[in-house]
């Protein structure tokens, strides 16, 4: 039993692709399907009252080859960096009454450059080894065995790279993301379950020079997910999101310039996702539907319309081939609106292999490749190639403590020569469960 809990806790990291899982929830995660109504199954460590809690430590220790992302190409030079992390994971549970219930997490991160260029601070998210991306509060109200209710905020201060001056430059910058949601879910049978949400994202930069990035997002979603026998569930789904940028333009550009920000647009997909299991070991999924994409392009002073569409879906499979060994493949593809301030919008293809083998009682090796091919503005000028590797060596050194050794590299190719790079990290990492 304890080599498939190690493998299982191990494996978080190496699941599907967000792109990917994005896709097979269809905009909606059941939270019937987790264990969020069944707290009893969690192993909290705190108890206060009726108040669970459960704690864990993250330090980390990494070395960064080129941490500004930078293609080498004078004069953009690539900078490193050392840095050391700091975090804290708290997960709590409180029931306020027999149908109501409070649940949250959150990861707080204190990131110190002890050489080199990078931006230090706190931030809310990311240890991948806990699979953490937001810090979130949740309040779901059963309001009988067959309706559940439940009100969602999400939020996060991340750190990213972004391309500036048409490639001619990038900016190191930290933004926050803010998810206000209201899902419902109507279990009609029990074969039969019924899931709508409405949410509203609203991103925003710490700088006054990346403001252009500010933007609000409203999404609607709703799925029926069938479970057609024991093996097999099948789950057609609609999405819809409207994106508006707050900015059409560069503050520290004049009117005469041709970037002049990001587009707004909505977005519509209709598909289905199904769910086979072979065995007990063995599951196959995929994702097939129709999406329309319709833009206000801001590359001029004078806003026009653009429009695409077309077919987007995923497939993967997930094998345990014994006790010891797990892996998955995932391949979608899917489009967005881009980033890129001479993009409109960019159709991605996505594909991953993850493995996982406890090849002793305390020890579990991970690895993860990865090859995004990501055609901007519908084949145009940024058409590029992200190549990702990722091995992790995890060694259980007693009940609450595991250490982690791992190696990152990235390598992306592009039309654009200064939008390639090379990336190589190395680090050693520490998680304490109180």
Not at 121 to 136: M, V
Not at 278 to 306: C, K, M, P, Q, V
Not at 348 to 373: C, I, K, M, N
């Amino acid at each position: 039993m304890r080599v498939c809990c190690l493998l299982t806790g191990m494996l978080v990291m190496l699941g599907v692709p967000a792109l990917a899982q994005e896709l097979s929830l269809g905009g909606i995660d059941m939270r019937r399907e987790t264990d969020v109504l069944t707290p009893e199954e969690r192993d909290y460590n705190v108890i206060i009252g009726d108040l669970s809690l459960e704690l864990w430590y993250v330090g980390e220790l990494k070395y960064d080859d080129n941490v500004n992302l930078a293609s080498g190409i004078a004069p953009f030079e690539e900078e490193d960096a050392t840095v050391l992390s700091n975090g804290l994971k708290v997960d709590a549970d409180y029931p306020v009454t027999p149908f109501l219930r409070l649940s949250g997490d959150i990861f707080i991160e204190w990131l110190w450059a002890l050489d080199g260029d990078h931006r230090d601070g706190i931030y809310l998210s990311s240890s991948d080894l806990l699979d953490d991306q937001y810090a979130s509060i949740a309040l779901d109200l059963l309001m009988t065995d067959q309706h559940l209710l439940t009100l969602e905020e999400k939020i996060r201060r991340e750190k990213d790279m972004v391309d500036l001056s048409l490639h001619d430059t990038n900016a190191d910058l930290a933004y926050w993301e803010n998810i206000i949601g209201l899902q419902y879910e109507y279990a009609i049978t029990p074969l039969v379950e019924l899931g709508l949400r409405v949410e509203r994202e609203d991103v925003w930069a710490d700088d006054k020079l990346f403001e252009f990035l500010d933007s609000t997002t409203y999404r609607y979603s709703g799925k029926i997910s069938y479970q057609a026998n024991r093996n097999w569930k099948i789950e057609p789904f609609y999405n819809y999101e409207d994106t508006e940028f707050d900015n059409w333009y560069y503050p520290e550009q004049q009117q005469n310039d041709q970037i002049n920000g990001n587009n707004d647009y909505e977005q519509h997909e209709l598909g289905v996702y199904t769910e086979y299991k072979l065995s007990d070991t063995f599951i196959i999924s995929g994702s097939i539907g129709y999406e329309w994409l319709d833009f206000t392009i801001r590359n001029s002073w004078e806003a026009t319309d653009d429009s695409t569409d077309g077919v987007f879906g995923s497939i993967g499979i997930a094998q345990e081939v014994s006790d010891v060994f797990r892996h998955s493949a995932t391949f979608a593809v899917d489009r967005d609106g881009s980033v890129q301030p001479d993009a409109n919008y960019a159709l991605e293809y996505v594909t991953v292999y993850s493995a996982g083998w406890q090849f002793a009682p305390d020890w579990v090796l991970q690895g993860r490749a990865a090859w995004t091919h990501r055609n901007e503005s519908d084949e145009g000028e940024g058409t590029s190639d992200l190549f990702q590797e990722e091995v992790v060596l995890n060694y259980l050194l007693n009940a609450q403590t595991t250490v982690a050794v791992w190696y990152r590299r990235a390598d992306r190719d592009s039309d654009i020569p200064n939008r390639e790079y090379e990336r190589n990290m190395v680090g050693l990492q520490w998680i304490y469960k109180f």
